[in-house]
Each structure stands twice: as C-alpha cells, then as structure tokens.
C-alpha cells in the first residue's frame, strides 16, 4: 500500500502520466455526503495548465469521471474511484531519449528499484500530473472538513527567491483565487511574474514555498506519538514531485529563538483558550491546538529545462549531453497550491475520522 | 497503531516519562541477527544527561532491559521488547500545578485530546524520555544496516543562531561524540556553550537544527509514490518532540535556486553513476539515488523556562501566572542528536525489508 | 482499507453490481512481470455464467480492461487496476422493491451500516459480481506463483447434499475445467445436476463444498502468531459472499480425533521431509511445513430464491410479503470455484512477498 | 506487525512460553476507561490449569503486571503493556530433544521459518501460553463492550466425539464458569470427564469444538468486502494454537441446505426488527444484524501425547523416535473457552470502534 495516503480515510493513487488514465480511489468515506462531479471538477480545474505565464502548454482538459461510491449523488460508504483519462500525451521525446537520465528526475532512481520496467513517458508515476488524483480526493475531504467548518486556505509564499508579503487568511483567501501565480500580493506577484518570464527565455526553471492554513480546526487531532499531526501531513506533502522541505509555525526559524520568544503564552479569549502568538503553528505535542495549523512546503525548481545539460545514457553508462524538449512549466508553484490544499485536506479529514468526530452516516 | 513507524521493521512505543518503564516493541527484524545488551546500551548512553552544560540534572541511569525476541544472543524473528524501567522521578510539581497549562508543551491539547485522563506527571507521553525508545530500537536498525553497509551520522549543525561549519561526514563523525554538544566544530562548541551558559541564567531555553547523513545507501529505495523516503523519515523525525522542520539537501533553499543550479548531474565517477552536488539529499522521486541522503530537523528551544510565564488555569478557567521548576535541559539539541540517528536508521531498516535485500534469516 | 487484502500484494476492490463497473487495484506487484490480458481473461471466464444447470442467465460478457500499472507487457511495479464494466443490468426490480429486505442478503445490514444511501442495485457492493475483481487479481497473483512453481487447484467437493468422491489433485485438475459444476467425480455431478434442476423448478436453491489445494507450497510461508496462513487465508474466503465457514486439514473433524490419530508424522521420503498424513492441511503453527495446503470453505444456498418469502417493508416497519423475480444462481458453488482459488493465490502471493522469496524486480 | 490483531484498538503480542514473560500492548483504547488489575485477573484465572482432569499440572500463578497506560485507574489513552512474567519453566526436555522434531508441533515450519534461532523452550511463541495476552487484552475489550451492553459467552460444545446439549445462552452463562469443562450439560460433562481419564491413561489427548455467542451486538459492525465481521473473526480465532476450522451460524450445514430453509425471515418481534431462525449466526454480507453472532472453533487434540512417535531428527536428517515427557493437557478446550471469549471481545470492540459507536474519551 505504498500508494495510500490515510489510515481511515484512504486516498490510493493510481495511473501514469502517459498511461490511460490517472486515478484514485478513496476506502473510507462516510456514505451520505452530497457529491456531485462539479464539486470535484471545481478543484480539479485549479491546477489545469494555462496560469499564466508559469505553466506547461499541453492542453489538458481534465473532466473528473466517476466510475464507483457515489449513488443518487451521493456517497454510499463504499470505495469511491475517480479518475481523469489522458489525452493529447506525446511520447516521442520519451521514447527517444529514454536512455539519457534526466537531471533531477526520478529517471535514475526509478530505473534503479523497477529494472527499467516502469512507465517512463511523461515521468510516469513522478508525473506532476499523478497529483491530479489527490486534487480530485481532496475535493470529496473538503466537503467532509465543511461539516465542521474546518477551511484549508493555500497560496505562494515565494517564487524565484521573490516573497509575498502575507496578509490575514481570509485576504489571501480572497485574492489567491483570481492571481494567475496563486500569490495574494499584487506587488510580488508583478515581479514573480517577470523573474519567471526571464526564467523562460533562458530555458531554464524556478522553485518557490508554498504556505497553508487549515483554520477552525477543533483542538485534539492528531495521534502521537508517531502519527503527529506534522508527521502525517508532513508525509503527504512529501508525496507531491518536488517537495524538498516541510516547516510548521515558526519552522526553520525556532533555531534561532529562545523559549520565552517561542512559547506561546495562553490566554482566555472572548471565553475560549488561545494563544497570542502562533509559532506553534497550532501543533503542540502532535496535535491541534484549535489555532490555525500553517504549514510551509519547499518547491524545487522544476528539473526539465530547457538548456543542454550533462548526464550519463543509462544503456552504455558513458557520459552524454541531453537537451529537453518537450513542454514544460518554468514553475510549478503556482499549479501545486491546490496539491497542498488537497493533501492538507486528506491528512485533516482523516484525523477527523480517527477522532470519531465524524460518524459513519452523514446526515 | 498511532504509536508504530514502520510497515516491515514496525517499532510500537509504549511508557510514560513517570510511570513503571518506557519502551518499545520491534515486530519484523529478521532471526539470526547478533544482538547484545551492550550494541543497545551503547547507543541508550548516547542520549543520557549529563552531556555539559547543555542538559537536565535528572540522574537517568537508563539500562536496557530486554524482555523478549531475543534468545542466544540472536533475534529470533519474533517481537523484541526492550525497556528502561523508570526511577527517580520525581512528580510533586506535576501534582501541584497540574492545571496551569505550560506554554509550549502538550499539556493542553492532551487534556483536549484525552478528556484530562492521561498521565500528565513528566509530560506522560509527550516527553522527551519516551526517545530512549527509539533509540533503543534504533541499536537494531543499526545493527540491519551495517550488513549492508549502511552508516548513519547524525550532529548539532546549529544552536542558538551559532552555526557549525559542516565538514567532511567522516570529520563529524569522529568529532562528533567526543564533543559535548555532539557539534563537529569546536569553534561554534564553544559559542555555544557560552550561548547556553547565558540563558540558564537568563532562566531561558535554546534551539537548534540537527543534521543527519546516511551514507552508502543503495539506490533504489523508498515506496513512492505515497510512502517516499522523505515523507517516512520526515513522519519518523516529527515523531520526536520539539522537531517543527524537516528538509532534505537543499531543503528551504530550492526555493531561491534555479534549476540549472539545482539540479545535479549525472556523472560515470570511477564506473559508478554519481553526482557531482546534493542538493537532492541523495533522493529523487522518493527513493534513493546512492549519494548520502541529508536531512535537516528543526528543533523548537525547550518549553520549559524557569521564568514566569502568563497562562490560564485549566480547572478554573482564568488566565494565571506558572513558574516552572524542575530539571530541565536548556537546550535538548545535543541529546536529541542520536534520537536522530535513530530515526533515520529505523527508516532505512524499514526500505531495505520492503525492497526485500535482507532475508528473513540473517546469517 | 476495509476493502483490502494482503499487506504487501495488496489487492483493492471497488465497483458496483449495477454500477459503472467492478474493479480492483493490485499494489505491491513486482515489477517485470509478462502479464498479458489473456492471461486475466481466462481467469475470469472460468466465473462466467452458462456453466451447465446452475447459473443465471444474465449475460455477463466480462472483458478485462487494463488501466494502468502494465506497460510493454509487463508489470511496472505501479499500482495495476483492472477492471470489468458493466452492461446488460437491470435494476427494476431493485428500485421497485427496495423497502423489502431479502432475507439472506444484507439489504437490511447496509441499510444500517450505511443509512440507506448504499447502492442497493443488484446487491450493490454484496453482490457476487464483485468476486470478478479477486479473480483478475487472482489472475496476477497466479503469474507470481508460477515463478515459484506453486500451483492451486480447487473444486466442487459437494452441491446439496450429495458429495464428490475425492481423488488426486492431479486428477481433479485434469477433471474440473471440462466440468459444468467444476466437480471431478462424473457420478456425483449427475446427481448434482439432478438436484439443482429439481431445485430450480421448486424456485428454490442449494449449497454447498468448495475445496481448494495449494502444492508446492515452500515450508516457513505465514506470519504467526496473529497472521497466520490459516488467518489470513480465511479473512480473505469470507470476503467471498456465501462463505460461512472454513476448515483446514482434518477441519471440524480434528474435535473426534485423538492426538495419536491427528498428529502426521514426520519423515524423510525422496531425502525431504514430508509427512504421510496431512490432517494439517500443510499447516503447522500457522506456518506452511511443505505439504499441500488444503482447505474448504461452506457455501451457503443462493438466498435469492423465487418463492413467496416473509420480510418487512423497512420504510413502513410493517411485516410483509416479497417475491424475488429477476435471473439468480441455483446454485453459486460452481462459479464460486475460481473465487476460492484466487483467494487462495492471492493470500499466499502475499506471503511469499513478505518472506521476501521474490525480489522487487522479476527477471 | 505479523503480531497484531485489529485496525484501531489494536493488540501486540510479545513473549515466549519459557522467556522473561508473555504479554501484550493495546493501542487505540479509548481514554478515561476504569480499569483495575483485579478486571484482567479475573479472566487470567479462568485460562489457569487446574480445570479438573483435562489441563497440565505446571503450575503457573499468572499475575497481571501493568507496565503503561493506565493511570489513576483509569486507561489513558496510551498504548496499554501488560504481562505475566514466567515463572516455574523447566526447559530441560526442549534442550536436550530439540533436534527430534514434534508432530503437530511448529518446531519444524518454525525451524524452516526462523532458520533455527527462534526460542523454541516449551514451544516458544507457539505455546498456548502466548493466549495469556489475548486474555488480557480481551478483559480490556470486555470493559469497552459493557458500555454498549454487548456480552460475550462461551463454552465447551464437544469433547473427544462427546457432544453438549446446548441451551439458552444464559443458561450457559450461569453453568459454565462452575464446570471443570466449562461444559453447561452436565451429563455430557461426566462423559467427557471420562473420556478424557481414559485418554490420559493411554498417553492420549483430545480435541474438541468451542462455540461463542457475542449477544446485544448492535446492527451494522463489520467492514466489508474485505474486513467482514467473518473474516476479522476467523483470522483472530486462528490465532489461537491449535484452531483448524471456524464456522458462523449454520456453517458447514448449509451445504446440505436449501435457501428456503437457510433464510432468517425478517419479523417484526417488540417493534423490533428480528430474524425467526439465526442460520446466518447474526451475520448478513459481513456486516452484524443484531441476533447474536455464533461462531464454532474446531480445536485439535494436543500435539504432545506420551507415546512413542515416530519423527526425524533435523540436525542428523534422519529418522527417529521421540517420548514427549514434560507436562501437557490431556485436552486444551476448557482452557481455550476464555481465549476464544476474549479474541471475539477483541474483533467486536474493534469493530465497534471502527463504527466509530464509542469516542475517544469514555465518561
């Protein structure tokens, strides 16, 4: 089952990138939630290509279909498998070089534990594309976190080295939706903008951070002491291409901070127990806190550029150059914020349901 | 199985900082292996107070008891249960200010999460005491990986902003348990224990960042596309209390790079495919491309301060004023050092059963 | 994961009766493995209806469609989802009846299980159309343990009443594919097929005895002391609909025996050790000992049964009257023949992958 | 985790029968649950030899001993430890004849397994004596069942041919914790007394079959496809040495059954809806109908009989002879009945709590 996320509420993925189809089928989901094919075709389409300057330009034109678990529009409790079929996949570059290891690429390693069995066109399984299936998972999670009015808010933090400077949730909320880079500052957005423009006519990529927020979300989630809240959400972000580093709260930055600087202090607010500060990121002790859970996630620059670049052909194990064609996003940012909103969603829905706060029947 | 790592070499955690015992049982470890007290208790000792300036004064004389799974001095195949019976605990200040939430700690959302039923005294199940089972089982995991040849080194890159400059990993590896800080530069060592000295007075508490190397790892392992070797080890080191990052080569700064810089290549060096930098960590795609994976945890200064801190009275619901006592470590980061370790090895032991290189029997 | 079997060849079900399709996910097949649709077709003909007397007339003509995890052939190591669509249902009935609860069915247990909104069309999820995914995974399964050499051969052992005079396993191999009722005693199937006729003109149904044997099992394959063969292997038959008990070796009939008549006793034969009695079933201590396992498994009569029946209208709460139209099964044991078979294949693929005796890569 | 049973409370076993001690770790039990030593002592004693003449004189005085997770008397929500340590184990028969493999013993599969290194003294993880910790486990179990009212009763059905009489479950609640057989017919009591004299005298053992009724349960438990109530039943009950068959309901009777006489018609009985007969043992598409589940265990004669035994001797691969010696039960149902008692606990109350029918915090 390493293609599952999720111990109640489980997430398989599935499909390849040039395959038939890329999917997921989700075990565990309580049977009575209204789902209709809007509710999933809406999230889906928040990572189609075509943001603008930043992405791929193989058209994809993703249509969730259902093919289980959902009856009369509705969840029935049973394994509900959703999956969107490929079209317009154009192996040839695959097939051609397929020896030349790609730089940054699964190619090698992929290689290396399958014996050169895998589906290797469009990156297969390390497809960006196979996230595709946890956007369409974490559309019906969503829908279970709405019962409790718990909301996942996602934006880009930083791209090309260029931050964002973040406002209130419910600002970034507002903005994140309309802003072709996902970004809610305007200003940074304009030179995110340019630094990726320039990017692309040098051929080459750029990384960025992506922040989360879940808010609302009820004090006591979260299973130590191995299932931490950080761990299993850490796991899940982990599963995303790219993903090289995974923060909460103050983060990194806890390194430099004394605990009277770190600590945040209880009070009692408008009668319920908070904290003034957040550097927790409302996780103590692997477990919510009912203050905001904000998490952080490293994006790498995405390996395929476009210049010549060194590397080995896997077949004579003599060293080559390869040059990449293909299309190819300059930044994947913008398009994987609606991943972590996704898996954020996965790994909070399925604490919700280890905490039976959820029952089995929604009604 | 909230208290389990591992699907193969699966290690359950149970025991409370002030109850009879803390330990651990490992369900999976191949029969045949060599195991005395003494490769366990070799490891326990790394993480015992004491180590200069930095820690508790509480007198742990942790020695392993193994009550299980191990028969002539072999594992048997069966589950091998190892503890450290518990003394010198002392609980009246957990008694007496059981209802002042201590900042930073999990008091709170433990008293959420378990209706006020858990063992509070020593933090119960949130402290750092319960490591001493990891590392216990990490002794074994150790013991798996050197008959492939697996090493893992862990050290203190950072402690109260001062950071250490990182040399070869056979420098810090014979530095580094020589040095009381388990830091590999003796110049930082000694900024750091001026840094530490100043906020035991100052009655505060410092952070740090651990790094970790695993060096002669086969490529090839690690379960994508859901059960990576970032998001196993990343679930494994959040594990550890106070941890609130995690990163792997690169790590953050990706964000800031661009794929022409971020991308190593591929190279034929003596026969053998490498490459050139890390910034990967010795990961792609999940699993193990054969160069040393590294990894970057952010460990949160201790919660415990002896200054007054502001708070609230669980009971009375009224914010309050808490002094905190007790022994505690100004800076857990050298003792966290070899729980690293520890976790990193449980990780890998875990790959290498699921890429199935070690048979059920060793010989 | 409720709708899983196996822990490292983890097979998942999902699809409906009367749904868009049934299906299933296999996640933990090694890679390079030759896999053809054939090979899953001729699996999942044996299950096909028209064999002889027994079975509906619903025209079933189930064609494997491979989804993904195959490529060039071969297995890639990624998860393969195969499935069967659905054509030719007619849930008239089911919508028009569905208040009344068919005894012998779970209508009524997933009416409580999941508050009505279950899929109720042919069974929905409790239909024996969902054997058809275990089957194409059987399929799979069956190609991993021809590497090893280990072969399962099941069959009709009794059908109302009347018993097969069992011979050799070879002979009943040789005898159960020409088979209307997959019997290997020409004698006993006459009468068998006497009795379902007189059965089907009574509106009436039988059960019955499947019998199953795996050889060339090697010794040392099961998990004890919680999985055990005869655990898991039984958790997997009682996933198949009807099955109401499971025996292994002497079965129920070890409770008349003495220690001296029950206990097979060891010897060497041909320089292995073997046994000449196999009350065992080639089990001992949950553990394979190298003697051909053999299990039965009890199948109940079809509930769905053409006579006039009492139930109650659970929308009404009434007591009531219910006639079942629709095209049923006689008798469901000899289609269910294949079913056991690929559970048997699939619970001991697992196992051998966890006694990691076939490497991640098949060559 | 080869040594667990169940998804969310979920029990470890650790131990051998002549090691440090037998025992057991439950993860996943509510918090805030009242229990006292004396509750486990309570059904530890009923597995205790000294049931009359059937069980082994090795005395053994099994103390709970409670290492973790329940505090102040109450469960904490912590993984619980529990165990008895070993007292009183004479292993000198199992060193000096441990080459002379015992039929119907584990020693050879384990010695095929575990490469020879497992604890073999007194059977090792094999012995009957490992059910001590399901005992435990399931005293546990029995404390969560009580709060929904669900109760578990069983007792010995056959011994050595000899059948009981069955009566009401409550008239074999009151009669069989007083009968040395835990027997309710007290005339088929006699005769298996004698029959089991007449074994011991002839160096003899006796097998025998356990029937269990779990009463009250509530409708609409189980998991299907896979985790039926069945199946998670069955797996559990195989856990137990010495199980070779399990049947629920009719069992192996509705081979000769028609579907008009295997139906449970539904009624309405006190406004409630019920079923006439229960041939399907309370169980409908895997999931419980509310009538009471019953399940029948089949148990072998004890392996270790007085007489001389052929067998082969492993180190010389040779044929041999072998005099079991030591001391052993005549017959091990009446001290299997709790066993199976608690494994039934253990899989309603996991599934009970994966209905999600009980919180995480019991008040």
Not at 328 to 351: E, K, Q, Y
Request: hydrophobic residues 40%; positive net charge.
């Amino acid at each position: 089952m390493s293609n599952s996320l999720g111990k109640i509420f489980t997430v398989t993925s599935f499909g390849e990138s040039h395959g038939r189809c890329v999917g997921v089928i989700i075990d565990g989901c309580p049977a009575g939630l209204p789902v209709s094919e809007k509710d999933i075709q809406v999230e889906l389409d928040k990572r189609k290509p075509g943001m603008g300057a930043a992405s791929t330009r193989r058209a994809e034109e993703d249509k969730v279909d259902i093919l289980s678990g959902i009856f009369n529009k509705h969840t029935t409790g049973a394994p509900i498998c959703l999956l969107v079929w490929n079209q317009d996949s154009d192996s040839a570059f695959y097939e051609k070089d397929r020896a030349l290891l790609r730089p940054g690429h699964a190619d090698y390693t992929a290689f290396m534990k399958y014996g050169g069995f895998n589906d290797f066109r469009g990156g297969g399984r390390f497809s960006g594309r196979i996230t595709a299936g946890y956007v369409m998972a974490g559309a019906i999670a969503r829908k279970l976190l709405d019962i409790i009015g718990v909301e996942i808010i996602a934006h880009t933090l930083e791209i090309g080295g260029i931050e964002a400077q973040v406002k209130s949730t419910s600002a970034i909320k507002k903005a994140v939706e309309q802003n072709p880079l996902r970004c809610a500052d305007p200003g940074a957005t304009e030179k995110m903008l340019k630094a990726i423009e320039k990017a692309r006519k040098e051929g080459n990529s750029l990384g960025g951070i992506i922040e989360g927020f879940a808010i609302n979300v009820p004090a006591g989630l979260g299973e130590p002491v191995c299932d931490t809240m950080e761990g299993e959400m850490a796991k899940a972000l982990f599963a995303i291409p790219a993903v090289k580093g995974v923060e909460f709260g103050a983060g990194f930055a806890v390194a430099g901070k004394k605990g009277s600087e770190n600590n945040d202090l209880f009070a009692i607010k408008h009668g319920k127990i908070s904290t003034a500060t957040n550097n927790a990121g409302g996780i103590l002790g692997g477990i919510s806190n009912g203050m905001p859970i904000t998490v952080r996630v490293a994006v790498k620059p995405t390996p395929s550029i476009s210049r010549e670049q060194s590397t080995i052909n896997i077949d004579t194990m003599k060293n080559a150059k390869l040059e990449i064609k293909g299309r190819h996003d300059v930044c994947i940012v913008p398009r994987a914020v609606p991943v972590v909103s996704a898996m954020m969603a996965i790994t909070l829905c399925d604490f919700i349901l280890r905490a039976r706060l959820i029952p089995e029947v929604v009604k």
